[in-house]
C-alpha cells in the first residue's frame, strides 16, 4: 500500500468516526434511542462505506462516476421511500399512531442502503 492509500484510508476512518458521533448524538437523548437499530445501523455503515470508498478510490474517473450513481439513487431512493411511507402510513395502519414517523424513517433508511448499490453495479457491469 503507497502512503497516499493508507492516509487516504485513515482520513476515511477518521471521517467515519465523525459521521457516527454526529448523527447518533442527537439520538441519546431519547429513551429508546435504537428503536429503528437494524435500519440506522444499515444506514451508518452504508454511509461511512460510501465515505471511505471515495477516500480510497476517488481518483479513478469511472469510481468516481460509480460513487455518483451510488449517491444519487441511495438520497433519491431514501427520500422517495421516506415520503411514500409518510403518505401511506395513515392509510394502511390507520389504528397506530407512531406508524408514520417509525415506518417512514426506516423506508427511508432501507432506500439509501439500496440505492447505494447501483453504483458498484454499474462500475462491475461496465466494460473496462
Known amino acids: 500500500m503507497s502512503a497516499l492509500l493508507v492516509s487516504r484510508f485513515i482520513s476515511g476512518l477518521v471521517g467515519l468516526g465523525a459521521i457516527v458521533v454526529v448523527l447518533a448524538l442527537p439520538m441519546l437523548p431519547l429513551q429508546d434511542p435504537w428503536q429503528l437499530s437494524g435500519a440506522l445501523f444499515a444506514l451508518f455503515i452504508t454511509f461511512a462505506s460510501l465515505a471511505i470508498w471515495f477516500c480510497v478510490r476517488g481518483d479513478s474517473a469511472a469510481h468516481r462516476r460509480a460513487f455518483l450513481w451510488s449517491t444519487g439513487s441511495a438520497v433519491g431512493l ?15 395502519w390507520p389504528e397506530i399512531p407512531f406508524a408514520i414517523p417509525v415506518f417512514s424513517l426506516l423506508a427511508g433508511a432501507l432506500g439509501f442502503v439500496v440505492g447505494a448499490f447501483v453504483g458498484p453495479i454499474k462500475l462491475l457491469i461496465s466494460p473496462r
Open 78 to 92: 431514501g427520500v422517495l421511500g421516506f415520503i411514500a411511507l409518510y403518505i401511506a402510513s395513515p392509510l394502511v
